[in-house]
Structures are given as C-alpha cells and as structure tokens.
C-alpha cells in the first residue's frame, strides 16, 4: 500500500499544479460577484476597500487560491510559490507569483506576514511558514492597509472624506490595476462606483448609517 500511497500523493500534486483545479475543503466557494469577506467585523471602509481591490485583481468565485493568469491551487497553507509567466502588459516575459483574493507576490508576503499575521507560525527547517489560508489572507491585508505608518496616511480617514480616489492613487503602486498603475483591466474604471456599492453593504452589516449618494470621480485610463 505505501507504493500505491504515494503513487496517488503524486499524481495528486501533479493535477493541482498542472491544472489547479482541485478545491480544497477550507477554501470558500462563492456564488456572485464581489463576494463577501471570509473575515469578521472591522471597519466597513477598509472591508469595501478590500472587497474593491479583489474586484480588479481576483474577479473570481474563488479568490482566495487564484493565481496570476487564472489558474487555482488547492493548498493554502502557505504561500503557493508558482511563478507564471506573464504573456501581455509591460511585464510580458517575466512571470509573477502573485496569489489569493489580493494577488500578493511571495517576497511581499514574506514581508507582511511577519508583521500582521494573527496565528503564530510553524517553523520549517530553514524558514518560518504563514499560513495562508482565506482568514488570514483578509487579516494580514486589513492590518497592512490601517497601518499608516506603511503608507503615509490614514486610509481609513481618507475614505470617510471621500477622498477614494487619492487612497486608489496611494495604493496603486503595490495593485498595478487600480487605475493609477502600469496596468488596467475591465475592472478598472468601475472601480468607484464598485466601491460605493460595497461601502453600502459593509455598512448596513455593520449596522452603520448608509453614505449619501456620491457620484465618484472617474479613474484615469493608463495608455
């Protein structure tokens, strides 16, 4: 039987790395667009901020195990590590290992992780593992973005004022397809009206008073 065993273990890794379609029982499988956080609680401008970067860069019923290019993994226990090679956009021939609901690349993870992840960490061998597994991708993100030491500014206080354009042009550097990047895509320049459609619903969860109706600034097209 252990021939077999690992036989199957084999076969196994291969079809999640070739066609990443296998699911994995921990990871969330969603039915509509703009899927709620896996998350509990926290403010509802950073949640609908967070919802609206997911949006534009992992518009999928499962964004947690996506990868850059489209492709699934099943295995969130860490980071997946995958390089793929990016065939259109002024990257093309390099590849990204840009993963999960916010599309972060394992040197930024490996970064963050450290600082904002809320389950202490196994260590293997050489090198500490983060799990990253749906929760802990929405609570590393949501600590990161309230951090303003990181970003020069109180995010959350920007969106109260309304001011989501300036946080999309701040935040534009690290998520390339936020309107103020190198990158756009189909997503982009709905982005404002995405993000006034979630603030409502983060709100009304929270059991906050709803904004006033804000026509939102249009986001700049990258040429």
């Not at 896996?38 to 534009?56: C, F, H, Q, W």
């Not at 109180?154 to 001011?163: A, G, M, P, V, W």
């Not at 982005?191 to 459609?197: A, D, E, G, H, T």
Request: charged share 15%; glycine share 6%; net charge neutral.
């Amino acid at each position: 039987m252990g021939p077999l065993a690992a036989l199957l273990g084999f076969v196994y890794l291969l079809q999640w790395y070739v066609g990443g379609d296998l699911h994995s029982p921990s990871e969330p499988l969603f039915t509509g667009k703009q899927p709620p956080l896996v998350m509990k609680d926290g403010d509802p401008y950073i949640r609908a901020l967070m919802r609206t970067i997911s949006t534009s860069e992992a518009n999928s019923n499962r964004p947690y195990s996506l990868l850059y290019g489209g492709q699934q993994v099943s295995d969130l226990s860490r980071h997946p590590e995958i390089c793929v090679t990016i065939v259109v956009g002024p990257n093309t021939g390099n590849c990204s290992t840009a993963a999960g609901r916010y599309q972060i690349i394992n040197t930024t993870w490996y970064e963050i992780a450290p600082r904002y992840h809320p389950n202490p960490p196994q260590q293997l061998m050489f090198w500490t593992n983060y799990s990253f597994e749906a929760e802990y991708q929405d609570v590393v993100v949501y600590r990161w973005l309230n951090d303003s030491r990181v970003w020069g500014t109180d995010i959350s206080q920007l969106l109260r004022q309304q001011k989501l354009n300036e946080v999309l042009r701040r935040l534009s550097p690290t998520w390339t397809s936020l309107g103020y990047g190198i990158e756009t895509n189909e997503n982009t320049r709905f982005l404002p009206q995405v993000y006034q459609k979630l603030l409502q619903e983060e709100l009304k969860a929270a059991n906050q008073p709803a904004t006033r109706n804000v026509i939102p600034s249009p986001i700049p097209q990258s040429p």
